[in-house]
């Protein structure tokens, strides 16, 4: 913990009402409020002071809400693109990346912008917390979560589907306060989520809550953040890939906050965000300016997901109707979500490596080659200042680097698990 570092004060909000409330520790809902909305977090400071690179992630600080600071933290680094940006014909293009690139000046270890969300909730617990944490995730937020909850001892059970198993690498082995249950082989990421409810519902656990953390999602802003400061203004159009969008959420609210700081502008940027084909049920919705999801029929999803190269845009339920959630940040700010197939992400993720010099993350090649093909047929014009949000690269260069080693799940249940038994086996674990 960094000793300078005093809590930072801050409220909570209702989306749906307005209404202002203290947070009460771990809130994640409005209370007393039963249609479904999104909370923020309103800080004292209004205007962010960013402070100097070796506080990590939390040189933001101001704008996280947390209590504490841990170690080991290293926040998204942004930089005018040359190769690209040459290539695509733009003239402000800026690359935001969140990855292990530790020449560019960003040492995240696992590789991926996850580690901006766990770092800021891992913060906001309290010393006094002493239930386990619960995780679900498709791979890269179960990575980050296990990296910092290892190396603070935060006990921890992560849920991933069992395909995903490749995702879990680690360059040392992990702290024993972290466990990892499995929905088996031919389970989606929804699966995994049904599985972390059933766990989170027991008395000791309780559930990190995703995108209804303000704590994930004003980590996550720190990329946008990033790229306004080192810019010096709000840029005009972001691009990023998106399962759950909870990264364009915090991004359009992370905007709002800026544009109150006074020093930035009060561009409202376009949301630009993409899905992988043919698994695109957010697109769906936004195409036929539904609020609601589509339905998706369950069989279909699966499938659907095996399909996809960027297995981490696989959320069948996302924050999109909700309060707050990505219909109503797009609604405000405008954009597009933009598709694009497996073909054209290894493209652009080739591209990117020649023209850039670093590998990325399938995601953030979903993300680039929609940028590319924007570029191409003139949604974005040479001037227009352009933030790609890069949210994971530097995997290959950190594995080239290291010894890996993989976790192993205590137990995988079956796709539809009976929850007594899965309460059962879950409570030995951390006897």
């Known amino acids: 913990m960094n000793k300078d570092f005093t809590p930072t004060k801050y409220i ?14 771990w809130t994640l809902d409005a209370p007393g409020e039963s249609a479904p909305t999104l909370i923020r977090a309103i800080y004292d400071k209004k205007q962010i002071d960013v402070k100097d690179d070796s ?18 933290s290293s926040a998204p680094v942004t930089y005018k693109s040359e190769g690209l940006a040459k290539e ?14 530790p020449e560019k000046g960003t040492n995240m270890q696992t590789a991926s912008f996850k580690e901006t969300e766990a770092y800021s909730v891992c ?10 944490l619960v995780v679900a995730s498709a791979g890269n937020t179960s990575r980050a979560f296990a990296k910092v909850c290892s190396e603070n001892n935060i006990p921890l059970i992560i849920c991933v589907p069992e395909d995903n198993l490749s995702a879990l690498w680690f360059d040392k082995p992990l702290n024993d306060c972290v466990k990892l249950i499995c929905s088996k082989s031919g389970s989606d990421y929804f699966d995994a989520i049904h599985l972390s409810n059933i766990v989170a519902a027991m008395d000791g656990f309780i559930a990190e809550g995703g995108a209804k953390n303000v704590a994930r999602r004003d980590g996550m802003a720190t990329t946008m953040l990033s790229a306004t400061t ?8 972001y691009f990023q890939a998106v399962g759950s969008g909870t990264g364009a959420i915090a991004a ?18 376009k949301l630009m965000v993409s899905q992988n084909t043919p698994f695109t049920p ?31 845009l696989s959320n069948r339920k996302p924050p999109y109707p909700i309060a707050g959630g990505l219909y109503d940040a797009m609604k405000d700010a405008g954009g597009a979500v933009l598709l694009a197939s497996n073909d054209q992400a290894a493209e652009a993720g080739k591209l990117f490596l020649e023209l ?23 949604t974005v014009k040479k001037d227009d200042l352009i933030m790609l949000n890069i949210t994971g690269g530097g995997e290959e260069k950190f594995k080239n680097e290291n010894e890996l080693v993989y976790l192993k799940p205590e137990i995988v249940f079956d796709i539809n698990p009976d929850e007594a038994e899965v309460k059962k086996k879950v409570a030995i674990l951390f006897k």
């Open 12 to 25: 909570l909000k209702s989306f749906k009402t307005g209404k202002e409330f203290e947070d009460a520790g």
């Open 55 to 72: 506080w990590g992630l939390y040189k933001f600080a101001d704008w996280l809400p947390i209590g504490r600071t841990l170690e080991g």
């Open 88 to 101: 695509l014909g733009l003239e402000n293009l800026w690359i935001t990346f969140s990855g292990y690139w």
């Open 123 to 132: 913060g906001r617990m309290t010393d006094n917390m002493n239930q386990v």
């Open 230 to 237: 080192t810019i010096g203004q709000i840029p005009d159009y």
């Open 252 to 269: 359009w609210e992370a905007n709002l906050r800026l544009i109150e700081d006074g020093r930035f502008g009060s561009t409202k940027m």
């Open 282 to 312: 957010i697109h769906d919705a936004w195409k036929v300016d539904s609020r609601a999801m589509l339905p998706l029929d369950d069989q279909l999803a699966r499938e659907q997901v095996e399909e996809i190269v960027a297995k981490v």
């Open 356 to 378: 850039e010099g670093n590998d990325i993350h399938p995601a953030s090649a979903i993300a680039t080659a929609t940028l590319i093909e924007a570029a191409k047929n003139g």
